[in-house]
C-alpha cells in the first residue's frame, strides 16, 4: 500500500548489458501501455550530475552514491503508486543486493534483455556516445544471477515487439516472481 491507501506500483526492471536495448524497449512500452507509467533510465541520473573530473577513487565512490540515490528514487516512485520502468545495468553484485532490499518483490518484473557479442559490438560502434567494448566486459556479469521473469533477445525481436511481450506478461505474471525467488537466495 502505498501512503495514501493504494496499492504500490509496478516495476519492469529491463536489466542488461550497455547497448543491448533498454532504453528502445521502454520507450515502445510507455507508447503501448494502458495507463501512465514511468521510465527511470539510470542514464538520466548520470546525466544529473554537475562537476570536474574526478580521480579513480573518488568517481567509483561517486558512482556507487548515485547508483543508491537512483535505487531510491525508483523506490519512492513506486511506493507512491506509480508503475516503473527501470533501464538497468547489474554489472556489480551490490546493485541486485540493494534493489532487492528497497523494491516489493512481489511488485517487480525482472526482464532479461539479451543480444550477442557481435552485435553489441556493432551498435556501440555505431552509437559513437559508449567506451568500445563495454557491453563485451558486463556481458558475463549482467546476467550472473541467472533468473528472470522473462528473457528478450533484442538481435532477433525489434523493441516494439518486446514491448508487446512484457505488456502481455504483466496481467498473468507468476509467483514466486524472479525477485522473490532471488531474495530468498540471498537470506
Not at 496499492?7 to 521502454?26: D, H, P, Q
Not at 495507463?35 to 573518488?58: I, K, Q, Y
Not at 535505487?71 to 545495468?89: F, K, P, Y
Not at 515487439?161 to 504483466?170: G, S, T, V, W, Y
Request: charged share 30%; hydrophobic share 40%; net charge neutral.
Amino acid at each position: 500500500m502505498d501512503a495514501d491507501g493504494g496499492r504500490g506500483g509496478l516495476i519492469v526492471f529491463l536489466n542488461g548489458t550497455s547497448s543491448a536495448g533498454k532504453s528502445s524497449i521502454a520507450a515502445e512500452l510507455l507508447r503501448i501501455v494502458d495507463e501512465p507509467w514511468f521510465h527511470m533510465p539510470v542514464d538520466a541520473f548520470h546525466a544529473m550530475r554537475s562537476g570536474p573530473e574526478l580521480p579513480s577513487d573518488e568517481l567509483k565512490a561517486m558512482l556507487r552514491r548515485t547508483w543508491r540515490g537512483y535505487h531510491r528514487a525508483v523506490a519512492g516512485m513506486a511506493a507512491a503508486g506509480n508503475n516503473v520502468v527501470v533501464d538497468h545495468v547489474l554489472s556489480e553484485r551490490w546493485r541486485l543486493r540493494d534493489c532487492l532490499e528497497l523494491f516489493p518483490a512481489q511488485d517487480v518484473v525482472l526482464v532479461g534483455v539479451r543480444c550477442p557479442r557481435e552485435e553489441l559490438e556493432r551498435r556501440e560502434r555505431a552509437r559513437g556516445d559508449r567506451p568500445l567494448g563495454l557491453a563485451a566486459r558486463q556481458i558475463e556479469v549482467v546476467h550472473a544471477h541467472g533468473v528472470y521473469d522473462l528473457e528478450l533477445d533484442t538481435s532477433r525481436t525489434d523493441p516494439a515487439e518486446c514491448a508487446r511481450r512484457i505488456k502481455e506478461f504483466l496481467p498473468g505474471r507468476p509467483t514466486p516472481t524472479a525477485f522473490q525467488r532471488l531474495l530468498t537466495e540471498a537470506r
